[in-house]
Structure formats: C-alpha cells, structure tokens
C-alpha cells in the first residue's frame, strides 16, 4: 500500500485535467453554459501490431496525445473537453500478428452510435472523433452521417488524426510518403517523441509492400484500392522504413500536428451546421 501511495495516478494521461470529460460532475454538466457549442472530442485508435519494435498501443497513443497536447494550447475560452480514448478498434487486417485485438465493424458502429446518442440526450450538439487508426475512417463516416440524420441538431466529425496540414511531407522521402503507411518514419519517429521508453529501436526494421501490382491503377490505397490485410503484404508488420525515424523528426512532426489541431478545435467550435431544409 505505502508504493502505491507514493504512484500519481494519471487517468487522465495526455488530457489536461481540467479538459478530461470523465473529471467533471453531472451537476457540473447540468448547468454548463451553451452546451449547443462546448465541444466534445473522443480520441480513438486500436491495440494491434505495429511490428517488432513499437507496442500495441501506438495508434491509440498518438491520438490521445495530439488530442491532449492541442487542449493545453487552445484558447481559455473555449469550451472542449476530451473523453476517454478508445482503445479498441476495427484492425481485422491486422489479426494474423499476435497481441491484435479488434472488434468487427458492427460492435464498433454500435459502441460510437450509443456514445453519441448519450452525449446528446445530456444536451451536447458536437462530436468529433479524433481517429488514429487507419483501418476504421469508413465506419467513423457513416456513424456520423447516421447520427446527423438521427439528430438534424447535432453536427458529428469523422476526422482522422494525420489529415492536417504537417511536416511530414518534409521529413520523409517520396517513397515513404506513399508506401510507408503502418510502423514506418513517420509513426516510429512520433513515438520517440511521445513514449520513448517503449521504442525497440535496435529492432526496427525496413520493410515495403511485397508484390504490389505494377503498371496499374489500382493501388493499395488511393482512388481505387483493393482489399488486402497485412500478411499479405509484409512478413515483420511494418510497412515502411522505421530504422531511419529519429526523435527530433518526431518531435517536428508534432509540433506541427498539435499545431494545426489548434485551429481544427477552433473551427468546430464556431462551426454552425448548414441547414437550408427542415423536417
């Protein structure tokens, strides 16, 4: 008892605490002002491989944290509060590697309707899913459209943590800018920066898709993708080069992030819903 004592809990993790949905009281949420404007943002990601030398959480971790890091630099006055990240996502592509754990696209669609229907019937009127995994932005899509649909009030946004203005396009070269979409610089880079204790540098490796199709408009992903799921296109999990990320890469990379994830806040907060037609 007397080590525990002396451990700060952190369930709040990269959330400022006094941005963290989960600290505040009903009473509290009762009586908070304009609650049609307070944004609400639910980091989300997945627990599944991300090769031999970064940890499950990686996803998960990054949207947290680039949630987190971007409440502490908003402006004071406005209202936007974090919920707790979900961890579990939809990474069936991913489950051929051990320590992979998904959900099907069903539960998860189920889970984010409830979510948001909640948070509605407490008075809330914007959503924001702030996604880091790239398995799952089809689902965070339609779920935001159903709820608008449900609720013609209430304006949810499906986002995805990397589609901000970044550095990356600078760090990195061509080649991994298209092909190193999972483990690669970019991700290995931001987790040096972020939980540099849980890199495994000395195992990184470099690994590009195998057998892609050549001369072809189809493509892994882009305008017109086909299906695949992991095994299929790496051996090690990674798809990328991840021997060459670097800390100082990574701490540029989010900068940068953070910063254009000030202004995304800022914009939901003064978005107003086009409605030229009511039910």
Wanted: charge should be negative.
């Amino acid at each position: 008892m007397q080590l525990l004592n002396k451990i700060e809990p952190m369930i709040h993790n990269f959330i400022p605490p006094e941005r963290f949905f989960p600290y505040l009281t009903w009473k509290e949420i009762e009586s908070m002002p304009d609650k049609n404007n307070v944004v609400i943002l639910q980091p989300m990601g997945s627990i599944e491989q991300h090769g031999p030398h970064l940890p499950l959480i990686v996803d998960a971790a990054i949207a947290t944290a680039i949630t987190g890091h971007s409440l502490a630099q908003i402006n004071d006055n406005i209202p936007a509060y974090a919920l707790p990240t979900i961890y579990y996502g939809k990474s069936n592509e991913h489950w051929h590697f051990p320590g992979t754990i998904t959900l099907n696209s069903q539960t998860l669609t189920a889970v984010l309707m409830e979510l948001g229907e909640s948070l509605y019937r407490a008075g809330f009127r914007k959503l924001a899913f702030i996604n880091g995994h790239g398995g799952q932005p089809q689902i965070l899509e339609l779920v935001a459209r159903d709820l608008h649909q449900k609720y013609q009030d209430f304006s949810v946004f499906p986002l995805f943590v990397w589609r901000v203005p970044n550095v990356a396009a600078e760090l990195l070269t061509a080649k991994e800018l298209e092909l190193g979409i999972h483990a690669g610089d970019a991700e290995t880079s931001l987790m040096l920066s972020l939980l540099p204790e849980q890199v495994k540098m000395e195992q990184a490796v470099c690994e590009y898709p195998h057998y892609l199709p050549e001369n072809s408009l189809l493509s892994m992903e882009g305008n017109l993708p086909f299906a695949w799921v992991t095994k299929d296109l790496t051996q090690s999990g990674v798809l990328g080069d991840a021997t060459v990320a670097t800390k100082e890469k990574g701490d540029q990379i989010l900068a940068s992030l953070v910063n254009s994830w000030v202004q995304v806040i800022e914009d939901l907060y003064k978005f107003q819903q086009p409605q030229r037609f009511k039910d």
